[in-house]
C-alpha cells in the first residue's frame, strides 16, 4: 500500500498526513480516502488499457464510493460513472459527472427512475429483463424519447468468488439468460422508444484470476456474431467490473491482464469498449481509524479482545462476508512492545461484530489507535446507524493536505426525522 508508510515520530502516515493528526482533530472512528491513491490507480488503470491501443471508457461504480468528493477526483481524472438507483445518478451529476458519461445498471429500476435517467439524457440503460425491456419502452414512449439500450447478458459462469457477490452464475437474480439474448435484441430493436446499442456483462466481484473473464468475454463474443448475423448492429461492449484487490495475501487482480482478456476476446470487433470498476479504483485508497476502548480479558488461555470504537454498523464486510481487512496499530513499533494474538471486535451486541480473530498485533492498551485497510470501497456506503451509532466523520488526504469531507452525524440527526404520532403520545401520562 503505497500511501500509506511509517514514521517512527508521527506513526501511520497517509501519504503526507500523519493519521494520529486527523484522530487527534476529530476522534474515532473515522474514515479517510487518499486523493492521490485514487489518481494513481485510476492512471494505472486507464494506461492499461490504452497500451492495447483500445479505447476504453471507465465508468467508476458510483455504489463502491458514493461521496461526492471521492467522484469529483475520479471525474476530474475522464471517469465516467455505473449506477445502480435515481439516487446514485443524482450523486454522479451532482459531483460534476455528465450524464453522458453515465450507464444505469441494476435488475430493478422503477419507473420514475428510467423517466429521471431519460429525462437527463443518460448514456446507456443496461436492461437485465424482457419485463424491464418492455417497461423502458413504454416509459420512453411517454417521455417521447428513446432509450439507448445495453442488454445485460448473464453467461452462467462462475467468477470463483464469495457466493454473496457472485453474479453471473444461472441461479443469480442477474442479467438475461444466455439462450435467450438473441431473440430479445431482436425484439428490442422492433420496440419503440428502445435503441439497441450493445450488450453487458458483469460477472461478479474480487475476482483475482483472469479466467472467469475470459470465458464469459468469448461468450459474449459469441454473441456479437449470432446478433450481427442478424442484421442487426452491436457498438458498445460493456465488460462489467469486479478486478479484485490484495485485502490479505491475495494477488491482486492486475489491470494488465484485465485489458488483455477483453483485447483478446473482444478487441477484434470493432465495438467501443467501457468497464465498470468499483473496488479496484477506491477500495486501497481509504482506510477506517477507531481507537481501542478497551482490552479485554477472556477465558484463561485464549486471547484477549480488543474492544474498537468502530463496529459492524460502519465497516459492515468482515460480518457480511467474513472479509479480511487488514488492521495495524497508528503508533510506530516501539521495541517494549510485544506481538501478541487478540481478537479484534466490534461493541455491538452481536457476535458477528469481529473485524479479526487471532490477529497477531504488538501489546495495545485502552486508548490505542488503529487503522483498518482496504476500506475505500464498499466501506463507507454500506454503514447504517444501528445500536445508535452515528455515522462516522469523512476526511480525504491529498498530499499534505487534508479536510473533512463529511462531519460526524450528530446524536440528535439519529431521530431528527422521526415523529410520535400524536394519539401515541396522549397515551403518555
Ligand atoms: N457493475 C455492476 C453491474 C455491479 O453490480 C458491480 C458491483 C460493479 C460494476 C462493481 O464491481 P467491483 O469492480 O467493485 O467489484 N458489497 C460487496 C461488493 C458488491 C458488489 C456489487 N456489484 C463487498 O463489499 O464485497
Same mark, same amino acid.
Not at 18 to 23: E, G, K, S, Y
Not at 227 to 237: C, N, S
Not at 263 to 289: C, K, Q, S
Not at 389 to 396: I, S, T
Given at each position: 500500500?503505497?500511501?500509506?508508510?511509517m514514521?517512527?515520530m508521527?506513526?501511520?502516515? =497517509?501519504?503526507?498526513v500523519?493519521?494520529?493528526?486527523?484522530?487527534d482533530? =476529530?476522534g474515532?472512528? *473515522?474514515w479517510?480516502?487518499?486523493?492521490?491513491?485514487?489518481?494513481?490507480?485510476?492512471?494505472?488503470?486507464?494506461?492499461?488499457?490504452?497500451?492495447?491501443?483500445?479505447?476504453?471508457?471507465?465508468?467508476?461504480?458510483v455504489k463502491?464510493?458514493?461521496?461526492?468528493?471521492?467522484?469529483?477526483?475520479?471525474?476530474?481524472?475522464?471517469?465516467?460513472?455505473?449506477?445502480?438507483?435515481?439516487?446514485?445518478?443524482?450523486?454522479?451529476?451532482?459531483?460534476?459527472?455528465p450524464?453522458g458519461?453515465?450507464?444505469?445498471?441494476?435488475?430493478?429500476? *422503477?419507473?420514475v427512475?428510467?423517466?429521471?435517467?431519460l429525462?437527463?439524457?443518460?448514456?446507456?440503460?443496461?436492461?437485465?429483463?424482457?419485463e424491464?425491456?418492455?417497461?423502458l419502452?413504454?416509459?420512453?414512449?411517454?417521455?417521447?424519447?428513446?432509450?439507448?439500450?445495453?442488454?445485460r447478458?448473464?453467461?452462467?459462469?462462475?467468477?470463483?468468488?464469495?457466493?454473496?457477490? *457472485?453474479?453471473g452464475?444461472a441461479?443469480?437474480?442477474?442479467?438475461?439468460?444466455?439462450?435467450?439474448a438473441?431473440?430479445?435484441?431482436?425484439?428490442?430493436?422492433?420496440?419503440?422508444g428502445?435503441?439497441?446499442?450493445?450488450?453487458?456483462?458483469?460477472?461478479?466481484s474480487?475476482?483475482?484470476?483472469?479466467?472467469?473473464?475470459?470465458?464469459?468475454?468469448?461468450?459474449?463474443?459469441? /454473441?456479437v456474431?449470432?446478433?450481427?448475423?442478424?442484421?442487426?448492429?452491436?457498438?458498445?461492449?460493456?465488460?462489467?467490473g469486479?478486478?479484485g484487490?490484495?485485502?490479505?495475501?491475495?494477488?491482486?487482480?492486475?489491470p494488465?491482464? /484485465?485489458?488483455?482478456a477483453?483485447?483478446?476476446? =473482444?478487441?477484434?470487433?470493432?465495438?467501443?469498449?467501457?468497464?465498470?470498476?468499483?473496488?479496484? =479504483?477506491?477500495?486501497?485508497?481509504?482506510?477506517?481509524?477507531?481507537?481501542v476502548?478497551?482490552r479485554?480479558?477472556?477465558?484463561?488461555?485464549?486471547?484477549?479482545?480488543?474492544v474498537?470504537?468502530?463496529?459492524?454498523?460502519?465497516l459492515?464486510?468482515?460480518?457480511l462476508?467474513?472479509?479480511w481487512?487488514?488492521?495495524?496499530?497508528?503508533?510506530?513499533?516501539?521495541?517494549?512492545?510485544?506481538?501478541?494474538?487478540?481478537?479484534?471486535?466490534?461493541?455491538?451486541?452481536?457476535s458477528?461484530?469481529?473485524?479479526?480473530?487471532?490477529?497477531?498485533?504488538?501489546?495495545?492498551?485502552?486508548?490505542?489507535?488503529?487503522?483498518?485497510?482496504?476500506?475505500?470501497a464498499?466501506?463507507?456506503?454500506?454503514?447504517s446507524?444501528?445500536?445508535?451509532?452515528?455515522?462516522?466523520?469523512?476526511?480525504?488526504?491529498?498530499g499534505?493536505?487534508?479536510?473533512?469531507?463529511?462531519?460526524?452525524?450528530?446524536v440528535?440527526?439519529?431521530?431528527a426525522?422521526?415523529?410520535?404520532?400524536?394519539?401515541?403520545?396522549?397515551? /403518555?401520562?
Open positions: 500500500r503505497p500511501a500509506l508508510s514514521h517512527a508521527d506513526g501511520l502516515v =497517509l501519504e503526507d500523519p493519521l494520529n493528526a486527523i484522530a482533530a =476529530l474515532t472512528p *473515522t479517510v480516502m487518499s486523493a492521490g491513491t485514487l489518481r494513481t490507480r485510476y492512471r494505472h488503470l486507464a494506461a492499461a488499457f490504452r497500451a492495447t491501443g483500445q479505447a476504453v471508457s471507465i465508468h467508476f461504480a463502491a464510493n458514493d461521496h461526492l468528493a471521492v467522484l469529483r477526483v475520479l471525474a476530474a481524472e475522464g471517469a465516467g460513472a455505473d449506477v445502480v438507483s435515481g439516487g446514485e445518478l443524482r450523486r454522479a451529476m451532482a459531483a460534476g459527472i450524464a458519461r453515465i450507464v444505469f445498471s441494476g435488475v430493478g429500476k *422503477t419507473v427512475e428510467m423517466q429521471a435517467a429525462r437527463v439524457g443518460i448514456a446507456q440503460i443496461n436492461v437485465e429483463s424482457a424491464e425491456l418492455e417497461l419502452s413504454i416509459v420512453a414512449q411517454a417521455e417521447g424519447l428513446e432509450a439507448p439500450v445495453a442488454l447478458i448473464n453467461p452462467d459462469v462462475d467468477a470463483g468468488t464469495h457466493a454473496k457477490i *457472485t453474479t452464475l441461479t443469480n437474480k442477474f442479467g438475461i439468460p444466455y439462450n435467450r438473441v431473440e430479445l435484441y431482436a425484439h428490442a430493436a422492433s420496440l419503440p428502445i435503441r439497441p446499442v450493445g450488450l453487458a456483462m458483469h460477472i461478479g474480487q475476482i483475482v484470476r483472469m479466467q472467469p473473464y475470459r470465458t464469459a468475454y468469448a461468450r459474449l463474443a459469441a /454473441l456474431h449470432a446478433i450481427r448475423a442478424r442484421g442487426l448492429k452491436v457498438d458498445v461492449l460493456d465488460c462489467g469486479g478486478l484487490i490484495s485485502y490479505r495475501d491475495e494477488t491482486e487482480g492486475a494488465e491482464a /484485465l485489458a488483455a477483453i483485447h483478446t476476446e =473482444l478487441g477484434g470487433l470493432d465495438t467501443h469498449l467501457a468497464i465498470e470498476p468499483g473496488r479496484w =479504483l477506491a477500495g486501497p485508497a481509504g482506510v477506517l481509524l477507531s481507537t476502548i478497551l479485554k480479558r477472556g477465558y484463561d488461555g485464549m486471547p484477549p479482545f480488543l474498537l470504537d468502530a463496529a459492524m454498523n460502519d459492515m464486510r468482515p460480518s462476508y467474513d472479509a481487512h487488514g488492521i495495524i496499530p497508528l503508533a510506530a513499533a516501539t521495541a517494549a512492545a510485544k506481538e501478541e494474538q487478540v481478537h479484534v471486535v466490534g461493541p455491538v451486541c452481536e458477528g461484530d469481529t473485524f479479526g480473530h487471532d490477529r497477531t498485533l504488538p501489546h495495545m492498551e485502552a486508548g490505542a489507535r488503529v487503522a483498518l485497510l482496504d476500506c475505500g464498499y466501506g463507507m456506503v454500506m454503514s446507524t444501528y445500536n445508535a451509532r452515528p455515522l462516522a466523520a469523512q476526511v480525504m488526504v491529498d499534505s493536505r487534508w479536510a473533512v469531507i463529511r462531519e460526524r452525524q450528530t440528535e440527526e439519529l431521530w426525522a422521526d415523529s410520535i404520532p400524536q394519539w401515541v403520545n396522549q397515551t /403518555l401520562l
